[in-house]
C-alpha cells in the first residue's frame, strides 16, 4: 500500500512496552510493517506559540500535499506520451545520506528512511524559523508552478486550437495541408477558381451539370481535390461577373461553394505555426529515446535498506546504481523542472509530518520533551480497521475520554476542534502516496 499511519506515544517505560506490544501484535498479524521514525530534539519555546505553530503546521500540510498532487498532475500531462514512466519520475532525490545521493530514491524508501535534513532546516533554529523556511520554500515553489504551467497551457491550447481546424468537414477545417497553388487560377482579372463541396452521391450529378449552372464557366475545368465521409471538394474555374450567379444555383442543386481564397504565404505561415507549437511542447517532454534508457554505472552497486522495527527481514524498495537512469539528458526543460522541484517539495512536505508530530507530541505529553515517533504501512486496505483496533486498544490509556469517543460517538470531547473521528489517545497523522489517484 502507499499509505502510512505516523504515531507517536511518550517514551517512558510503561509506554515503550507498549510499543514493543504493538510492534508484536501487527508483526504476528501480518497488519503492517513498522519502522522508527526520527525526529531531533528542537527548541520547545513557549506552550502558546506550539499551540499557533500546530495550526500553522495543519494548514502548510494541506498545502504542500495539495502543491505535490498539481505537480504530479502536471508530470503525467508532460509525459502523455509516456503515462507508464511517470510514476518512477516522482522521486525524492538527494533526501538521504550524502553517500546516497548518487541513487534515484523512490517516495516509499524516503519515508521509511526519513532523517532530518539539518543542513536546510537547521534544529537549534526556533521552531518558528524553521516553519518559515518550509513555508517560503513551498510557496516560492507554487509561484514557479503556476507561471510554468501557465505557459506551457497556453501552448498545448493554441496547438489544440490549430489542430481542431484540422479535424473538422469539409465546411469547416483548414484547407492548407489539401489544396496547393496548381490547383488555382491566380492572379487573373477575368477567371477565378471557387471550391465546391458536393455531396457524395452527387459527383455524377456535379459532373454532368456543373458546366451549365451559369454562363462563362471553363469547360472540364473541376477537379476532385480532397473528400471526407461526407462529400468532396472539387474546383471549378469560371469568370468573375457570375459568381454571384454561379454560388445561387449551385445551391439550389446542393453544391456549397466554400468561401476561400488561395494565399500561400497566409498558408504557409499557419504550417509554421503548426510546426512550431509542435515543436515547443515536444522540447518540454524528450525523455522517452534517451533519459529513460538504462546505462553503465561508476558507483558500486548498493541498495538504500530500511531496517523494519519488529521486521527485521523485511525486503524495501530502492535501487542499484546500475538501474539508475541517465540523469536530465535528453528532458525538456518543464519536465526537468518539475521533477526537481517535485523532489524538493515532497521533501519539504515530509519534514512537515515531523514537525507536526513533534509539536502535536510536545502539546499532548508535555514538558520535558519525551516521545517515540513510529511509522506504520498497513500490509493492505482490509487490514486498517483491524490495525486501527490494536492501536486504540494498546495506547487508550494515554486519554480514556478520548478511547471512549472511539466507540461511541455520543462522547464529547472538550475543547477538540474537529471531527473526533480524527482523534486518537496517540499522536496520528497519515501519509498518502497515491498523488495520481
Given at each position: 500500500?502507499?499509505?502510512?499511519?505516523?504515531?507517536?506515544?511518550?517514551?517512558?517505560?510503561?509506554?515503550?512496552?507498549?510499543?514493543?506490544?504493538?510492534?508484536t501484535?501487527?508483526?504476528?498479524?501480518?497488519?503492517?510493517?513498522?519502522?522508527?521514525?526520527?525526529?531531533?530534539?528542537?527548541?520547545v519555546?513557549?506552550?502558546?506559540?506550539?499551540?499557533?505553530?500546530?495550526?500553522?503546521?495543519?494548514?502548510?500540510?494541506?498545502?504542500?500535499?495539495?502543491?505535490?498532487?498539481?505537480?504530479?498532475?502536471?508530470?503525467?500531462?508532460?509525459?502523455?506520451?509516456?503515462?507508464?514512466?511517470?510514476?518512477?519520475?516522482?522521486?525524492a532525490?538527494?533526501?538521504?545520506?550524502?553517500?546516497?545521493k548518487?541513487?534515484k530514491?523512490d517516495?516509499?524508501?524516503?519515508?521509511?528512511?526519513?532523517?532530518?535534513?539539518?543542513?536546510?532546516?537547521?534544529?537549534?533554529?526556533?521552531l518558528?524559523?524553521?516553519?518559515?523556511?518550509?513555508?517560503?520554500?513551498?510557496?516560492?515553489?507554487?509561484?514557479?508552478?503556476?507561471?510554468?504551467?501557465?505557459?506551457?497551457?497556453?501552448?498545448?491550447?493554441?496547438?489544440e486550437?490549430?489542430?481542431?481546424?484540422?479535424?473538422?468537414?469539409?465546411?469547416t477545417?483548414?484547407?492548407?495541408?489539401?489544396?496547393?497553388?496548381?490547383?488555382?487560377?491566380l492572379?487573373?482579372?477575368?477567371?477565378?477558381?471557387?471550391?465546391?463541396i458536393?455531396?457524395?452521391?452527387?459527383?455524377?450529378?456535379?459532373?454532368?451539370?456543373?458546366?451549365?449552372?451559369?454562363?462563362?464557366?471553363?469547360?472540364?475545368?473541376?477537379?476532385?481535390?480532397a473528400?471526407?465521409?461526407?462529400?468532396?471538394?472539387?474546383?471549378?474555374?469560371?469568370?468573375r461577373?457570375?459568381?454571384?450567379?454561379?454560388?445561387?444555383?449551385?445551391?439550389?442543386?446542393?453544391?456549397?461553394?466554400r468561401?476561400?481564397?488561395?494565399?500561400?504565404?497566409?498558408m504557409?505561415?499557419?504550417?509554421?505555426?503548426?510546426?512550431?507549437?509542435?515543436?515547443?511542447?515536444?522540447?518540454?517532454?524528450?525523455?522517452?529515446?534517451?533519459a529513460?534508457?538504462?546505462?553503465?554505472?561508476?558507483?558500486?552497486?548498493h541498495?538504500?535498506?530500511?531496517?523494519?522495527?519488529?521486521?527485521?527481514?523485511?525486503?524495501?524498495?530502492?535501487?542499484?546504481?546500475?538501474?539508475?537512469?541517465?540523469?536530465?539528458?535528453?528532458?525538456?526543460?518543464?519536465?526537468?523542472?518539475?521533477?526537481?522541484?517535485?523532489?524538493?517539495?515532497?521533501?519539504?512536505?515530509?519534514?512537515?509530518?515531523?514537525?507536526?508530530?513533534?509539536v502535536e507530541?510536545?502539546?499532548?505529553?508535555?514538558?520535558?520533551?519525551?516521545?517515540?515517533?513510529?511509522?506504520?504501512q498497513p500490509?493492505?486496505?482490509?487490514?486498517?480497521?483491524?490495525?486501527?483496533q490494536?492501536?486504540?486498544?494498546?495506547?487508550?490509556?494515554?486519554?480514556?475520554?478520548?478511547?471512549?469517543?472511539?466507540?461511541?460517538?455520543?462522547v464529547?470531547?472538550?475543547?477538540?476542534?474537529?471531527?473526533?473521528?480524527?482523534?486518537f489517545?496517540?499522536?496520528?497523522?497519515?501519509?498518502?502516496l497515491?498523488?495520481?489517484?
Amino acid at each position: 500500500m502507499s499509505e502510512f499511519w505516523l504515531i507517536s506515544a511518550p517514551g517512558d517505560k510503561e509506554n515503550l512496552q507498549a510499543l514493543e506490544r504493538m510492534n508484536t501484535v501487527t508483526s504476528k498479524s501480518n497488519l503492517s510493517y513498522n519502522t522508527k521514525f526520527a525526529i531531533p530534539d528542537f527548541k520547545v519555546g513557549t506552550l502558546d506559540s506550539l499551540v499557533g505553530l500546530s495550526d500553522e503546521l495543519g494548514k502548510l500540510d494541506n498545502f504542500a500535499e495539495s502543491l505535490i498532487k498539481r505537480m504530479a498532475q502536471s508530470v503525467a500531462e508532460v509525459m502523455e506520451d509516456a503515462k507508464g514512466k511517470v510514476q518512477e519520475n516522482l522521486l525524492a532525490n538527494g533526501g538521504l545520506k550524502e553517500k546516497l545521493k548518487c541513487l534515484k530514491i523512490d517516495l516509499t524508501s524516503f519515508v521509511t528512511h526519513f532523517e532530518w535534513d539539518m543542513a536546510k532546516y537547521p534544529a537549534k533554529q526556533p521552531l518558528v524559523t524553521v516553519v518559515d523556511t518550509l513555508t517560503k520554500q513551498l510557496t516560492q515553489i507554487e509561484t514557479d508552478l503556476k507561471s510554468r504551467t501557465a505557459t506551457y497551457n497556453t501552448l498545448k491550447t493554441n496547438l489544440e486550437n490549430l489542430e481542431k481546424k484540422s479535424m473538422g468537414n469539409l465546411f469547416t477545417r483548414t484547407l492548407s495541408d489539401i489544396v496547393n497553388k496548381d490547383d488555382f487560377v491566380l492572379d487573373s482579372e477575368y477567371l477565378i477558381t471557387l471550391l465546391v463541396i458536393v455531396p457524395k452521391p452527387s459527383y455524377t450529378q456535379w459532373q454532368k451539370t456543373y458546366e451549365s449552372l451559369s454562363d462563362m464557366v471553363v469547360p472540364r475545368s473541376t477537379k476532385l481535390i480532397a473528400e471526407d465521409n461526407e462529400g468532396g471538394l472539387f474546383t471549378v474555374t469560371l469568370f468573375r461577373r457570375v459568381i454571384d450567379d454561379f454560388k445561387a444555383k449551385a445551391k439550389e442543386n446542393k453544391f456549397m461553394v466554400r468561401e476561400f481564397y488561395f494565399d500561400e504565404k497566409e498558408m504557409n505561415r499557419e504550417r509554421e505555426e503548426m510546426t512550431r507549437l509542435l515543436s515547443d511542447k515536444k522540447q518540454q517532454y524528450q525523455t522517452s529515446c534517451v533519459a529513460l534508457k538504462k546505462g553503465s554505472s561508476t558507483y558500486p552497486d548498493h541498495v538504500v535498506k530500511v531496517t523494519p522495527l519488529g521486521n527485521p527481514d523485511r525486503p524495501t524498495a530502492g535501487q542499484t546504481d546500475r538501474e539508475r537512469e541517465s540523469e536530465g539528458e535528453g528532458e525538456g526543460p518543464l519536465l526537468r523542472w518539475l521533477k526537481v522541484n517535485f523532489s524538493e517539495a515532497f521533501i519539504a512536505w515530509v519534514h512537515v509530518k515531523a514537525l507536526r508530530v513533534f509539536v502535536e507530541s510536545v502539546l499532548r505529553y508535555g514538558l520535558p520533551v519525551n516521545f517515540h515517533a513510529v511509522l506504520l504501512q498497513p500490509h493492505k486496505k482490509s487490514s486498517t480497521k483491524r490495525l486501527r483496533q490494536v492501536l486504540n486498544s494498546t495506547f487508550k490509556h494515554l486519554d480514556e475520554v478520548a478511547a471512549a469517543s472511539i466507540l461511541d460517538a455520543s462522547v464529547e470531547i472538550p475543547g477538540l476542534q474537529f471531527n473526533h473521528q480524527d482523534y486518537f489517545p496517540y499522536v496520528y497523522f497519515h501519509i498518502d502516496l497515491g498523488l495520481l489517484d
